[in-house]
């Protein structure tokens, strides 16, 4: 059965799979600049693609995210925040809340539909964590419903994770 996301076809190919690459896109931050994911080779990115601003589950998340800030900025990964609101409403949010994270808004959904996919859910029941390292490639990628949400030491131990497998990539078998 194909997946489709408000009546549009999601290219089972262009699914998010780890060990592959990572599908670039491009979206604005919570200052109205561009943020596309290519552009940012040579660096670990940490996706974390929520449903909405100012909701319970998703304050509670990156509220979360922000109180263990330093554990994040010790992997040296770039934390990235995704949803449909709006530049404006995240600029909000981010004050309000004090939020240290940069938040990307797709307000067509399609960048969600690509990363919080999953063959039994609908991207709007979901939540999802995506690590790709320094080439571009997918390490992490976790699909969860939207009413829980990922553990700040899950997110981070799959960061440095990342990390490992970059430093670690043709190096034999037996050290």
């Given at each position: 059965?194909?997946?489709?996301?408000?009546?549009?076809?999601?290219?089972?190919?262009?699914?998010?799979?780890?060990?592959?690459?990572?599908?670039?896109?491009?979206?604005?931050?919570?200052q109205g600049a561009?943020?596309?994911?290519?552009?940012?080779?040579?660096?670990?990115?940490?996706?974390?693609?929520?449903?909405?601003?100012?909701?319970?589950?998703?304050?509670?998340?990156?509220c979360s995210v922000?109180?263990h800030w330093t554990?994040?900025?010790?992997?040296?990964?770039?934390?990235?925040?995704?949803?449909?609101?709006?530049?404006?409403?995240?600029?909000?949010?981010?004050?309000?809340?004090?939020?240290?994270?940069?938040?990307?808004?797709?307000?067509?959904?399609?960048?969600?539909?690509?990363?919080?996919?999953?063959?039994?859910?609908?991207?709007?029941?979901?939540?999802?964590?995506?690590?790709?390292?320094?080439?571009?490639?997918?390490?992490?990628?976790?699909?969860?419903?939207?009413?829980?949400?990922?553990?700040?030491?899950?997110?981070?131990?799959?960061?440095?994770?990342?990390?490992?497998?970059?430093?670690?990539?043709?190096?034999?078998?037996?050290?």
């Amino acid at each position: 059965m194909p997946l489709t996301f408000e009546g549009q076809h999601i290219d089972d190919e262009a699914a998010v799979r780890v060990g592959a690459l990572a599908p670039d896109f491009t979206l604005h931050d919570e200052q109205g600049a561009q943020w596309r994911l290519a552009d940012k080779r040579g660096r670990v990115v940490a996706l974390l693609f929520y449903p909405g601003d100012e909701t319970l589950v998703c304050t509670r998340q990156l509220c979360s995210v922000r109180d263990h800030w330093t554990e994040y900025v010790e992997t040296g990964a770039e934390i990235i925040g995704v949803s449909r609101d709006t530049s404006d409403s995240h600029r909000r949010f981010a004050e309000r809340r004090r939020l240290p994270l940069k938040l990307l808004s797709d307000p067509d959904g399609s960048v969600i539909a690509t990363y919080r996919n999953h063959s039994l859910l609908p991207s709007w029941a979901t939540r999802a964590v995506t690590v790709i390292d320094a080439k571009g490639i997918v390490r992490f990628h976790k699909v969860m419903l939207k009413l829980f949400r990922p553990r700040d030491q899950e997110v981070v131990t799959a960061i440095y994770l990342s990390r490992y497998d970059v430093l670690t990539e043709g190096l034999p078998d037996s050290i």
